[in-house]
């Protein structure tokens, strides 16, 4: 399957689409807290999509083959969660870590990202996880511009990570979207630079490195969606879609709320 190149009306409707799915966790935001189930937030995320801006939540009764529907709205990935945690009645509880998994259709575009919690007060550890992670995404991003080459991205991260005496989940990558959820290329966050395919204006893509705070091994739960660490340890992921522009990138999936960008980015945007 070939690499689609949008065209300027696909991009625009990508922008809205992308903005929108921030704007949903710009929403959740002040309601995750200690004592929130996962199935609360989904219940507001499905509601916020569905009757205040007429969109669809694209993981509800979504079926890649060899999987059964998936049953939610969106995605919330606790702890030692890895991706596809299903809501459920479980509460949050004060040091938990979070993952919200946003995917939105929106006059027919997709809209990907997702963002980490921290509820109340986390351990260092756990929120120092959720920073390295944050960065490692970034600095994956700054890798996107025509010529380069996805082993960059992926390389990035995975050096990144590793650095800072971390693990990159191998199982799971970013993927190209548009009117389809998943498209080519896979976007692997671990790699090696100038190999796999070259950035080219008009390519959109998620770039989501999910970082493990021990062994990148993973375990697949009996309810066939939910991916945890086999070793127990903490996981992180975050989650942008990115179109590689004429001179660079373009973050599709910024909104009002989103948390700072680190400084590194800032500086480089700046330059």
Known sequence: MSISIKTGADIEGMRLAGRFASEVLDYLTPHVKAGVTTEQLDRLAHDYIVNEQGAIPAPLN???????????????????????????????????????DVTVIKDGWHGDTSRMFVVGDASIQAKRLCQITYEAMWRGILKVKPGARLGDIGHSIQTFAENAGYSVVREFCGHGIGSKFHEEPQVLHYGRPGTLEELKPGMIFTIEPMINAGRREIREMPDGWTIVTKDRSLSAQWEHTVLVTDTGFEVLTLSAGYPPLPDFVTAALAA
């Open 62 to 100: 979504y079926q890649p083959p060899g999987y059964t529907p998936y049953p939610k709205s969106i995605c919330t990935s606790i702890n030692q969660q890895i991706c596809h945690g299903i809501p459920n009645d479980r509460a949050l509880k004060n040091g938990d870590i979070l993952n919200i």
